[in-house]
């Protein structure tokens, strides 16, 4: 949506490579020029699950113009427990030239309300409210946001439930060559180069069985792999139960 937006707003829209599937500083320097005015960054990106850890985020931000803002997309930091690991908001709460973004849509379970957050400087904030439309978020959306931030329960309950299903879940699909990214946000993206069935073949698989993964082609243009997200344990359970019945055909 950043590639939509800042193209409806005539900007002319840079991608830096990745390494390895993750981003990489040096490329996103690469492409910096005296043009340049905004660096977006998911971290945990999607659907790569890959992160910058503290020090490369601050590095990043170092190596950056001033003048230049970076924007942090924390869509998925509450369910971060790697301890290389810290939020746009935690390292950057003080920066002016850091706008940080939040959503309802993730830990919170409110995608469909379409509600979230912005952090920034009073500056930044002041812009925005000079071309945000007046009812842009609705009152529903806005009562239920606040009630899920008192829902503290949930969200730890949901925090567990995630690195035990989504550890349980790449260590199964191990054993049949589906390997996947190191466990970090609620997905994980699946790599079919070792195993004896390509993405594709296990996408239509799963589907005939009522469960849809993220296929990465269309869109992110990302050959022979798949995301799955981490569901509930009922989910999950079904997931495992229908990968034996493909493998073991
Ligand atoms: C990195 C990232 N940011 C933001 C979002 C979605 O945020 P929202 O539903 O608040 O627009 C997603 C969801 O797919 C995402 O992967």
């Not at 190596?63 to 427990?81: C, G, H, Q, T």
């Not at 409210?129 to 946001?145: D, L, M, S, T, Y």
Request: overall charge positive; charged content about 30%; hydrophobic content about 40%.
């Amino acid at each position: 949506m950043y590639r939509i937006y800042s193209k409806i707003v005539g900007a002319k829209v840079v991608f830096a490579r990745e390494k390895k599937f993750k981003v990489s500083i040096s490329e996103i320097l690469k492409k910096v020029t005296r043009k340049t005015k905004i660096v977006f960054l998911a971290n945990p990106n999607n659907p790569t699950g890959t992160y910058l850890n503290k020090f490369e985020l601050v590095q990043l931000r170092r190596k950056l113009r001033k003048n230049i803002l970076l924007v942090v997309d924390d869509a998925y930091a509450e369910y971060m427990r790697n301890s290389d690991y810290k939020s746009g908001l935690d390292l950057f709460k003080n920066k002016q030239n850091v706008f940080i973004l939040r959503t309802f849509s993730k830990i919170y379970g409110l995608a469909s309300l379409r509600i979230g957050w912005g952090y920034g400087q009073k500056k930044i904030i002041d812009a925005l409210n000079i071309i945000k439309p007046p009812f842009n978020v609705n009152e529903v959306a806005q009562k239920a946001a606040l009630e899920s931030l008192k829902d503290i329960k949930f969200i730890s309950c949901s925090i567990k439930h995630n690195i035990i299903y989504a550890t349980k879940l790449k260590k199964f699909l191990d054993k049949y060559n589906i390997n996947s990214n190191e466990v970090s946000a609620n997905f994980l993206l699946l790599d079919f180069a070792k195993c004896k069935f390509k993405a594709k073949y296990f996408y239509k698989k799963l589907k005939t069985k009522g469960i849809i993964l993220r296929s990465t082609e269309d869109g992110y243009k990302i050959k022979n792999m798949l995301r799955l997200t981490i569901g509930s344990k009922t989910d999950c359970l079904k997931f495992i139960r229908v990968v034996e019945s493909i493998f073991n055909k």
